[in-house]
Structure formats: C-alpha cells, structure tokens
C-alpha cells in the first residue's frame, strides 16, 4: 500500500476528478507528492506560495461559493501560523475547508523545533466548530478521507510519517468520537486508545507483559464537539492508557480526562505523550520519540 502522502493525494485526485469544486492549495512544497495532481487537474491546483495566512483565508472565500478546498502544507506552518484565519475565516464561518498537516508529531525532527508539529492538537481543538481527523494507519486514511468527503465541515486532517505501516488487517468505517478495536481482547475494562500515527507504535505496546489483558483501540475522528460520544464509546472501560505523539497539555489524553469528566466515574487514564524536552532535540522520528519518554 502507498504511502499515506501519497495515498491522501491520490484519493483526493480521485475525487477531484469528477467534481471541479475540489481544490488543492498548497504552500509552495511537496513536491513529488502533489506534480500529478497539479499536470492534469491545472485548474483545480494553487501553489499560493508561502504564505499560510493568505491560503486559509482564500480557502474560506471559495468554501463560501460552494468550492471544496483542501490546504496542504507541514504540519506546524498551516497551524499556528495561520491560527487566527482558521479560527476567524474557516472555524467560524463553519466552512467546508480541510486543513492538511503532513508531519504530524515528530516526522521532521530532524530539521528542529520549527518543523516539530506536537502542541497542533491543542491549538485545533480549542476551535468547538472543527473535527480532528487524525488516521492511524493507510485503511484509517481511506476511511476518514470518505468522512471528509461526506460531511462538508471545517476539518483538520493530521497525517504521520510516509512510511506509517497498515495496523488494521482490512477496510473500517469511522465515527467522530467512536473508537476502533484493534486488536486485543474485547471482553475487559482496560484499553490504550491512541490516535493518529502512534497506532503502530502502541500495537508492539500491547503485546508486552505490563499490557496484558488490554484491548488496543484507535479514534481516528474527534474534537470539542464529539465529548459526548466519546464518553458512551469509553463506558467499559475503568483503566484506560492514552499514547499520541503531542505534548500532554492540550493533547488527546487530555481531551479524554475532559471527557470523563462530565460523569461521577472510577477511571484510571495514564497518559503516555511526549516531555516537552524533546523541543530542545534534534534527530529521526523514533530517536525524539524516545527523547521525549514516549516509552512503554
């Protein structure tokens, strides 16, 4: 199976195909991934240049007559650089713009902190109006592009390392703040839920002596708005262990704590993400991974 990049890309040629309202905007950058796209869909694909604030705005302004625009770019520069036209143009507005982070985590650390994309959970989930689509494995991106595809919503589409592997062993259907069993048992109260591309990561967890006895689940689709749902979905669960690769202040963990709660209940939530030391390093994905102490 492709690589998740490029399995995005050609999902999204797909679709584009057949419908002139979709548009790829990009920042001046990927390259390789997006030339197809660009050479045969010319009038559906904008290199705008670098220049995050004025592509999220552009987008919002064609979302508005009815275009379904996607914005492309490295994880931290269409997030906290163009933080206030999300917030302002797209989230308020309740624009069908999809946000397209690539390299989420730490697939860039070997470039710095400027490309470390691991506090965009927290900045994107204080929007209430937008939903986090954050797909662990290639058959988790097939399924929340056909989300995306379904519900015109302003979206965060937060995608990991090219090389993130297939975990799942087919085709699975998403659900905003639903969680997808993995693998594991499905008769217990314990689970490490994860989201995005740590899923692989979390499945060599599983199968140590310390998880023994917990199912592994992923939520590849939540946000503010989804906390209800979320708390029905972690109902059988009373020790539950969170892993992502984002600072624990504002990550997904946190969003599961928050969660909770909203009901008087005994759960145990351990949440494994990253030390903010690992700002402070340089290297690969999986070297900073365990700079940070996202360890079993």
Do not use: C
Request: charge should be negative; charged fraction near 20%.
């Amino acid at each position: 199976m492709a690589g998740v990049r490029n399995q995005f890309v050609n999902l999204l040629r797909g679709w584009a195909e057949h419908d002139r309202r979709v548009t790829l905007i990009v920042g001046d950058l990927g390259y390789g991934v997006v030339d197809e796209f660009a050479s045969t869909l010319p009038a559906q694909f904008i290199n705008a240049g670098i220049a995050e604030q004025s592509m999220m705005t552009m987008a919002a302004g064609m979302a508005s007559e009815s275009f379904r625009p996607f914005v492309y770019s490295i994880a931290n520069f269409p997030t906290f650089r163009a933080a206030e036209q999300i917030r302002n143009d797209i989230a308020h507005h309740r624009l069908p713009v999809t946000v397209v982070a690539v390299g989420g985590g730490l697939v860039y650390g070997s470039l710095g902190y400027s490309h470390h994309a691991i506090q965009d959970y927290a900045l994107i989930r204080a929007m209430p109006e937008m939903t986090i689509y954050a797909p662990g494995d290639p058959h988790e991106m097939d399924a929340v592009f056909a989300e995306i595809q379904r519900k015109a919503v302003p979206a965060y589409l937060r995608i990991g390392s090219p090389a993130t592997p297939a975990v799942h062993t087919g085709p699975v259907a998403v659900e905003a703040g639903a969680l997808l069993h993995v693998a594991g048992p499905v008769d217990t109260d314990r689970a490490i839920i994860t989201t995005g591309a740590v899923l692989a990561l979390a499945r060599e967890w599983l199968d140590l002596p310390a998880y023994e006895g917990y199912g592994l689940y992923s939520m590849p689709v939540w946000g503010a708005a989804f906390r209800g749902r979320a708390l029905d979905a972690l109902a059988p669960f009373s020790r539950i262990v969170t892993v992502e690769d984002h600072l624990l202040d504002g990550g997904f963990g946190s969003w599961i704590l928050e969660s909770l709660s909203a009901e008087d209940r005994a759960v145990s939530v351990r949440i494994k993400a990253l030390d903010p030391v690992v700002a402070e390093a340089v290297g690969k994905e999986d070297h900073l991974r365990l700079v940070g102490g996202l360890v079993p």
